[in-house]
Nanobody, 124 residues
Framework: QVQLSESGGGLVQAGGSLRLSCAASGRTRSSSVMAWFRQAPGKEREFVAAISWSGGRTYYADSVKGRFTISRDNAKNTVYLQMNSLKPEDTAVYYC?????????????????WGQGTQVTVSS
């Protein structure tokens, strides 16, 4: 089992920045691929970004490409999501997720482990 715990959410004005963190514990070797999803009120969960174990491969949703950066520190078992140039449409609960193997990245059912989520609110 892998436990994931997100932090770093909050309220920020449009154009601002936030950095989310996700600490993994347990069988962290089972979390070779880590990613972020988000869910806005009344909408389905959507893929945001993913990163491989080494950090050498990353993948982003078009809606965040160029504004968000995913990274990880395996020594700390932590993955980060740096969010810049935030927009009101980025408002959502952000979830940290993990699975083994790169494969398909955008589908929620591909991921074995989920955190509880952290709220990000961007005011206009």
């Amino acid at each position: 089992q892998v436990q994931l715990s997100e932090s770093g959410g909050g309220l920020v004005q449009a154009g601002g920045s936030l950095r989310l963190s996700c600490a993994a514990s347990g069988r962290t070797r089972s979390s070779s691929v880590m990613a972020w999803f988000r869910q806005a009120p009344g909408k389905e969960r959507e893929f945001v970004a993913a990163i491989s174990w080494s950090g050498g491969r990353t993948y982003y949703a078009d809606s965040v490409k160029g504004r968000f950066t995913i990274s990880r520190d395996n020594a700390k078992n932590t993955v980060y999501l740096q969010m810049n140039s935030l927009k009101p449409e980025d408002t959502a609960v952000y979830y940290c997720v993990a699975k083994t193997g790169w494969g398909t990245l955008r589908r929620t059912y591909e991921y074995d482990y989920w955190g509880q989520g952290t709220q990000v609110t961007v005011s206009s």
